[in-house]
């Protein structure tokens, strides 16, 4: 079994061993710190894990300002947008900052759905120049105070933003995200670093948000199940945007067991239309005999194994992972830092492959694979059905209830941003074609029980 990285070296040999396993590798169990939900959600929608903002006073000539209160929040956050909040900085000045459901949640229809990753994210245009001019706007029209409040957030963006530029939007950045910002904080301190103090490799490497409500299942963290030992620690990464230093981030982590507990609490939202029940239980026994030893089987009794299936198996695009050993940097300064020390560490251990999700929700979280590649079920599991280049509406999204997924359009060649590319590295739709095998009634039968996850 794979296990945190210590000292011991046979222990360590065996994680070398492996990091190239030759069949799936189950991840052990990884007890996390009890919390209280209700706690946890009050501090991820209205809580102070980023010091740093746009000052409030400023807020409806960046744009912000929305009345829609979908989270049903009071005080200042009712005018604002469901990913932002309203905090003080230390200084006293009140800004306004990004919140993790930037991220972690998505709008459905008139609501949001808190958990849910964000798929229709646009990262594909540089905003290196929105920077310069915020900054500059702020220049002319701040206060002392209201400069020194925002500028660790602005600090943070001028330096990160020339490296998150996607091919397409509906990918996201947050693991670009993390390796810039680590490279410009010291490992054990996180005292900003004016310049890179690792290098950056130049490819973005996207990835598809997964909902946290997977997370109560999972023995480790990340597609590839990289992450081990303290979930909080990964949770609050986030903090590495404008933290001063470990102290502060240390107070930010007494309120992450209670936000991984609200994290636990979540349950997918439930299928909204008429289900096939006959046909779902004919999918439920096709999927029992095809699917369920890597991505769990569901209802009473149900066991969820926690496997990670190396790329030779799984044969979807291999980028992500190998990004893992091709930058050890990385590796090398998370393990180093502050997030591995003390008595609930984190770490990260790197595997030449990926976990199999558990699949509840699944019904509502396209596009599938860890890159966003594949645009509904009906595509996934059938590999040869899958388009090259697909469009998508990012202005008035629609789903496709029946084959599962986002509605879309197939094109010749990349005219849009709007379009997803499968032939750039890292964005191949390639793999998972063990679907392939099945008759298209077994495939539809398959899809109609995946509703009911």
């Known amino acids: 079994m794979v296990v945190l990285l210590v000292a011991c070296a046979t222990s360590v040999q065996r994680q070398q061993a492996e990091q190239y396993s030759a069949k799936p590798v189950p991840i052990p169990p990884n007890p996390q710190q009890p919390g209280r939900p209700d706690t946890g959600y009050h501090y991820l929608v209205n809580g102070n894990y980023l010091k740093s903002g746009l000052p409030a006073s400023l807020i409806k000539r960046f744009g912000l300002a929305d009345t829609a209160n979908l989270l049903r929040r009071t005080g200042d956050n009712a005018s604002l947008p469901y990913d932002y909040t309203t905090i003080y900085a230390p200084n006293g000045v009140k800004v306004v900052a990004p919140n993790c459901l930037y991220c972690h949640a998505q709008k459905w229809g008139d609501s949001v ?9 646009d990262y594909s245009m540089p905003t290196i120049g929105s920077m310069m001019l915020a900054n500059a706007f702020m220049n002319a029209t701040a206060s002392p105070a ?28 947050a693991d670009r ?17 004016p310049t890179p103090q690792l290098s950056i490799p130049q490819q973005v490497v996207p990835t598809d948000v997964p909902a946290w409500w997977l997370l109560k299942k999972k023995n480790a963290m990340f597609y590839s199940g990289f992450g081990r030992g303290n979930f909080a620690r990964f949770l609050m990464a986030a903090n590495l945007l404008t933290v001063t230093d470990t102290s502060e981030a240390a107070e930010v982590l007494t309120h992450f067991n209670d936000v991984l507990a609200y994290l636990y609490s979540i349950e997918p939202p439930k299928y909204p239309h008429p289900i096939n029940q006959p046909l779902a239980a004919q999918g439920k026994a096709v999927f029992n005999a095809n699917c369920s030893k890597c991505h769990g089987s569901y209802g009473p009794g149900g066991t969820y194994p926690n ?56 019904w509502c979280t396209a596009p599938y694979l860890h890159n966003a590649s594949v645009p509904n079920l009906e595509t996934l599991l059938n590999s040869s059905s899958r388009p090259t280049f697909w469009a998508r509406n990012f202005e008035k999204p629609a789903y496709d209830y029946d084959k599962v997924g986002w509605q879309y359009t197939v094109s010749t060649k990349q005219y849009t941003r709007s379009t997803y590319n499968t032939t750039l590295p890292g964005y191949s739709n390639a793999g998972h074609y063990f679907g392939d095998k099945l008759t298209t009634a077994e495939r539809q039968a398959v899809i109609e029980y995946l509703k009911t996850l």
């Open 113 to 121: 759905v808190v958990g849910m990753g964000n798929s229709l994210s």
């Open 177 to 193: 995200l993390t390796a810039v910002l680590a490279a410009h904080r010291n490992p054990a301190s996180f005292v900003w670093q």
């Open 146 to 173: 209201e400069k020194a409040a925002s500028a660790n957030l602005l600090r943070a963006g001028k330096a990160t933003a020339p490296y998150l530029v996607t091919a397409s939007k509906g990918v996201n950045i």
């Open 307 to 362: 496997l990670l299936i190396p790329t030779h198996i799984i044969k979807t695009d291999s980028t992500l992972v190998q990004s893992n050993f091709s930058t050890p940097q990385f590796l090398q300064w998370f393990n180093k830092s502050w997030f591995a020390m003390g008595t609930q560490p984190a770490a990260l251990v790197p595997f030449n492959g990926y976990i199999a999700p558990p699949l509840d929700g699944v």
